[in-house]
């Protein structure tokens, strides 16, 4: 048998260096923009995506690669988490369709982590939930008109795994999945106010986990959970 080549320059090691994208999506208010996940750099990167032309505009520099990250609805901005040489703990950062630096959008905070961040159709409110020492918190931003980013303000806390948000159109209220209700690995979900933190609504089965899968557009209804 032939001992394996392990030179740098080996072909087998081609295979998985294709070039290739792995997943793309296209701002739910703005199918102009997208954004890519894409390896031709070598490691998978972020990539804004101008849909008409197929023009790739590379965002992410990132010494172990950025698989994950979020365009909002209005396409202006994308959004990943910055962690700190892939440990998973850092703070979301945005950065302009166009490419430039990345804006740390919760200097404030204690790093954190979390799976995701979502904003809203109108683009008014950004929220997430992030995970730390002291449980997992639902953040929510205002953002005006002008892309100027509001404090990030805690509305709700649990010390049970939770995720989410999803945000309704215009940002006024935010579904999260919890285990809180069910004390196991079974969800329940919850419509908060994202002014007050109030509890508007929940869903919750005995014998099931409930999950998100998703909001309905403005104009069926003010929310809708799938």
Known sequence: MKPLDLSENAPWKTRYTVPQAVWATVAAGNPARGLVCHNRTG????????????ALTQLTDRPKGQQVGVIDATGEFIYYLQDQAGNEQGHFVRVPFAGGEPQDITPSLALYSSWQISTSA????????????????????????????????????SKALSTGP???????????????????????????????????????????????GGLAPAAVGPLAAV
């Open 166 to 212: 999803w945000l309704n159109h215009d940002g006024s209220v935010a579904l999260v999945m919890t285990t809180e209700r069910s004390g196991r690995n079974a969800y329940a979900l919850l419509a908060l106010d994202t002014r007050s933190g109030a509890i508007l609504n929940e869903w919750e089965e005995a014998a099931a986990s409930v999950s998100c």
């Open 43 to 54: 490691k998978l990167q972020l990539y804004s995506w101008e849909t008409a032309s197929g």
């Open 122 to 157: 109108a683009g008014s409110h950004l929220g997430f939930v992030a995970s730390g020492r002291e449980g997992f918190k639902l953040m929510v931003l205002e953002q005006a008109a002008d892309g100027a980013l509001g404090e990030p303000r805690c509305i709700w806390t």
